[in-house]
């Protein structure tokens, strides 16, 4: 009988007993062991960050797709199944290819202890190294130096985004430490392209790529950007592009837009400004600021409009009161369910005074879910009025009675999964 992805995937959990363990040696020996996939993949364009890493992959993609340019991508966590992890050469991996690969990767592999992440990784760079395209995109996992997708030895192309507070039980306490491990993506010679940083983030990246001899394109430096007239304006040394705004709202999809437009400077030869209008326009990248108008959810929450944005980290929450700052004003109420691995207070602190009220709810299946009760003390501790409720339905039909008020479901990609498959409209096609 042959398994569903998702019976193997489920076995591949078992390999291991932690869900993250810091380390390239467990990679390097099923690499080792397939064929040494990491070294035949199209042209790599890696990007490690805090923040902005899957929507920046998004606009590079688009615009290269534009092109007529075959792209694989990388990214996770996945929002409503495992398949959107892995994007071959335009395409959702089909279920049939993804059982196969990870029977495959499996087999290579044995019961030796392997992280879920690390196989799942392999598996991948696997499909990417037997499938045929012009552009591999790998969105880094966890960090960078140790993230199991550090094992390209000369990418195209390295990006580092906003690097901020998280995960820092694994990655240090300090933003030099965070950003450190993030630099560990940065190859001798190879560009990386900067984005947004803090001054002593910057200074450590700087100081890695000198060690390396890797040009550096920073913001700020060797490239601008800005929202100016309803419009984007993007300036480097070749010269200035007017574009479109990104179709991804909020002010910080303009940095990323910039990191974009950089990367397709530097990849799409003559035909970049084509590129670049198009990474704006055509860009999509669900659970980012995202509005639902139809499917189940959106419809019980009417007479509100309905959003969902899966960021979980302080600076996400500061972004993220910014983007509502911004919108037409009109009440927002927050349905909130985070992990017990990130900065409650931190995240919600920015949204004090911003929203009206906090619905706490725990994400179902998720182990790692914070109690509603916890979150909800924890909004409460920064001047956010909360209440809990059993899930995100009953939550919204409370929300739904106030009127045509605005309601934003946040705070976990996990979270955002499951309210996209409880809405009906899935993740990534």
Not at 72 to 84: G, K, N, V, W
Not at 177 to 200: M, N, S, Y
Not at 226 to 236: A, F, K, T, V, W
Request: net charge negative; aromatic share 4%; with cysteine.
């Amino acid at each position: 009988m042959t398994l569903t992805s998702d019976a193997i995937l489920q076995r591949m959990m078992t390999l291991h007993p932690k869900v993250i363990d810091l380390t390239l040696d467990r990679v390097w020996q099923l690499l080792g062991a397939l064929g040494d996939p990491q070294d035949r993949l199209p042209p790599v364009i890696h990007i490690a960050g805090t923040n902005g890493k899957g929507s920046t992959q998004a606009m590079i993609r688009a615009g290269l797709e534009a092109q007529g340019r075959a792209v694989h991508a990388y990214t996770s966590p996945h929002l409503a199944r495992f398949h959107e992890r892995i994007r071959l050469a335009g395409s959702l991996i089909a279920e049939d290819a993804l059982a196969a690969l990870l029977d495959r990767v499996e087999a290579a592999n044995g019961t030796v202890p392997i992280t879920y992440f690390e196989i799942t990784t392999v598996a991948a760079l696997l499909a990417f190294a037997d499938t045929p395209a012009d552009f591999t995109l790998l969105e880094v996992g966890l960090g960078g130096r140790l993230d199991a997708t550090n094992v390209v030895a000369r990418p195209a192309l390295t990006i580092i985004t906003p690097v901020d507070l998280d995960h820092q039980s694994y990655l240090g306490h300090t933003l030099p430490l965070i950003a450190a491990e993030k630099a560990g993506i940065i190859k001798r010679g190879v560009t990386c392209i900067v984005g947004p940083q803090h001054d002593d983030c910057l200074a450590v990246i700087e100081r890695q790529a000198a060690r390396l001899g890797a040009p550096l394109l920073v913001h700020g430096q060797h490239w601008h950007v800005s929202e100016e007239r309803g419009g984007l304006i993007y300036q480097d040394e070749r010269g200035l592009l007017d574009l479109p705004l990104p179709a991804l709202p909020g002010p910080h999809q303009i940095g990323n837009a910039g990191m974009a437009i950089a990367a397709l400077r530097h990849l799409a030869g003559d035909d970049a400004e084509t590129a670049s209008a198009a990474a704006m326009t055509r860009v999509a990248w669900p659970a980012r600021m995202q509005r639902l108008d139809e499917g189940a959810l959106a419809d019980l929450a009417r007479p509100a409009e309905l959003w969902l944005d899966g960021g979980h980290n302080p600076a996400a929450g500061a972004v993220l009161a910014q983007t509502l700052k911004g919108l037409p004003p009109r009440p927002t109420h927050l349905i909130c369910g985070m992990l017990n691995t990130k900065d409650i207070a931190g995240y919600l602190s920015p949204l004090t005074g911003v929203a009206a009220s906090l619905t706490a709810v725990s994400i179902p299946g998720e182990a790692a879910t914070i109690p509603a009760e916890e979150t909800a003390r924890h909004a409460a501790s920064v001047s956010l009025a909360a209440t809990i409720a059993p899930d995100v339905e009953t939550a919204l039909r409370d929300l739904s009675a106030k009127g045509p008020v605005r309601v934003l479901i946040c705070g976990s990609l996990y979270l955002a999964g499951h309210v996209l498959r409880l809405n009906g409209t899935g993740g990534p096609v």
